[in-house]
């Protein structure tokens, strides 16, 4: 499977952005999709994930209640809602893909074998 990332961009602390990842080559409702982001001089972390049905979803504490993450496997693309956003969610954010039937928690502690491009996310206060 190939994943696209597009949607980031610059925006006032408080607003919000979606992210998309769109996906090919491969049957998308099989697979499982994270977001993660990587800030400079920071590893990597986990955001969010969503179930290959779409009916199980993980945040991370910081982004719970803040950030949605939803799929549309008609259209082969998984969305991330980002809204209130702050300074500390800048970061260049990418997404991943695991043909896996894991729900929930363990969502968020598989290896995530596919791996789309970053898109950036720059929060300015």
């Known amino acids: 499977v190939q994943l696209q990332a597009s949607g980031g961009g610059l925006v006032q602390a408080g607003g919000s952005l979606r992210l998309a990842c769109a996906a090919s080559?491969?049957?998308?409702?099989?697979?499982?999709i994270a977001w993660f982001r990587r800030a400079p001089g920071k590893e990597r972390e986990f955001v969010a994930a969503v179930s290959r049905s779409g009916g199980s979803t993980v945040y991370r504490d910081s982004v719970e209640g803040r950030f949605t993450i939803s799929r549309d496997n008609a259209k082969n693309t998984v969305y991330l809602q980002m809204n209130s956003l702050k300074p500390e969610d800048t970061a260049a954010y990418y997404c991943?893909?695991?043909?896996?039937?894991?729900?929930?928690?363990?969502?968020?502690?598989?290896?995530?074998?596919?791996w789309g491009q970053g898109t950036q996310v720059t929060v300015s206060s």
């Open positions: 991943a893909a695991d043909p896996t039937n894991h729900n929930g928690g363990s969502l968020a502690r598989i290896r995530y074998d596919y």
């Open positions: 080559g491969s049957t998308f409702s099989r697979y499982a």
